[in-house]
């Protein structure tokens, strides 16, 4: 095997499945079917086999099926190029959910050192003019993919600005405090700005290969206007301990790696991603996307799973047919969702296609090719 697949998909209470399964192989996949029928829910289930809340963000409560409310249960065989591994995660009324990999209770983050993955999903679609959150997340996404230490990184600076930011609300003023805290985020920080800055090089170099039919997009990683630009843990803490009588003053921590923001350029009519149009905008995501996944294949020597939701939809047929081309030359598993099966005849036999019916509580997944 020479990418990583999921061969086996069982859902237990996954949101409106009562159970599913699904026995695959390596080629792209292809849910259809009409709204409702649960498309994007089995998506969700398989971004869980990732580190994180899912593609939607939702909390464990959330993912369980409301009728019983009893819980939720995700389990999966991967294959990878070097083994297979039989991951579970779970959640029991609506704690937070486990990860079980070959039987053995896993951190999250463990599974991004075994399975890499992407994904696009319409709420994606206005990335490039909402908030910055949006688009540090989507950047994040991508660093974690090339650097699976980015989650542990992020949660070690998470965790010592909360605690930063709890001494600020409560007006604190003791240097001694302050001044642990700050080490730990600046170590964090330090390593959360290199795995970033590396990722940007890896998408741009993936871009500047060639090879794709989708426009090129500049990526730039910048700060809020008048915010200190510190490179490396010591100046980092630096600047927070310089800065600290402001932070005070706002009750939270007011520059970090948390409040960076990533531009994007239209290569090719030399603009803004957020001053193109809707389509043009599209383009560019689905763009990131496949340059994030070659790269992925060039570092690991394996593609990573790819999710796109609706994702042909927004696409004339001729876009449809060289999005499709691009994903088996990759030789991914992609996942794609669509309401009926014309927009994905171009794939031919080279997808593994399946139906589901409007009730999809159980066994509703027709395998057609």
């Not at 490039?128 to 991508?142: N, T």
């Not at 970090?256 to 599209?282: F, I, N, W």
Request: proline letters at 5%.
């Amino acid at each position: 095997m020479t990418s990583t697949a999921v061969t086996q998909l069982r859902l237990s209470q996954f949101r409106s499945h009562r159970r599913l399964e699904l026995d695959l192989d390596e080629r792209p996949v292809v849910l259809y079917g009409p709204n409702g029928a649960g498309k994007t829910n089995i998506l969700e289930a398989v971004s869980l086999l990732s580190p994180g809340r899912g593609l939607r963000r939702a909390s464990a409560e959330e993912m369980s099926r409301r009728q019983e409310a009893v819980g939720w249960k995700v389990k999966a065989l991967l294959s990878t190029p070097d083994a297979q591994h039989e991951v579970q995660t779970y959640s029991e009324k609506g704690a937070a959910r486990r990860v079980m990999i070959d039987d053995k209770p896993s951190p999250q983050t463990k599974l991004a050192s075994l399975v890499r993955m992407v994904w696009l999903i319409p709420s994606m679609d206005r990335l490039w003019i909402e908030g910055a959150e949006g688009r540090r997340r989507f950047l994040d996404r991508m660093t974690l993919s090339f650097s699976p230490d980015h989650a542990e990184a992020t949660l070690n600076y998470e965790k010592a600005m909360r605690d930063r930011n709890r001494l600020l609300k409560d007006a604190v003023n003791d240097e001694h405090w302050y001044r642990a805290l700050e080490i730990n985020m600046a170590t964090a920080a330090e390593h959360i700005q290199q795995n970033r800055k590396d990722a940007l090089q890896r998408i741009t170099a993936a871009q500047n290969e060639g090879g794709s039919k989708f426009p090129n997009a500049r990526l730039a990683l910048v700060s809020p206007k008048g915010a200190p630009e510190p490179q490396g843990a010591e100046e980092l803490a630096h600047v927070w301990a310089e800065t600290r009588q402001l932070d005070l003053a706002a009750g939270r921590t007011l520059f970090g790696p948390h409040r960076a923001d990533l531009e994007g350029h239209y290569v090719a009519k030399d603009a803004p991603a957020r001053e193109c149009s809707t389509g043009e905008q599209k383009a560019l995501l689905i763009s990131l996307i496949l340059a994030n996944a070659r790269a992925l294949k060039s570092q690991t020597g394996a593609a990573p799973i790819v999710l796109l939701d609706e994702v042909a939809a927004h696409l004339d047929a001729e876009r449809q047919a060289i999005l499709y081309d691009e994903i088996c030359a990759l030789r991914t598993q992609c996942w794609m969702t669509g309401t009926g099966p014309d927009m994905f005849l171009p794939l031919g036999d080279r997808a593994q296609v399946y139906a589901l019916g409007s009730h999809s509580e159980e066994a509703q997944a027709v395998a057609l090719g």
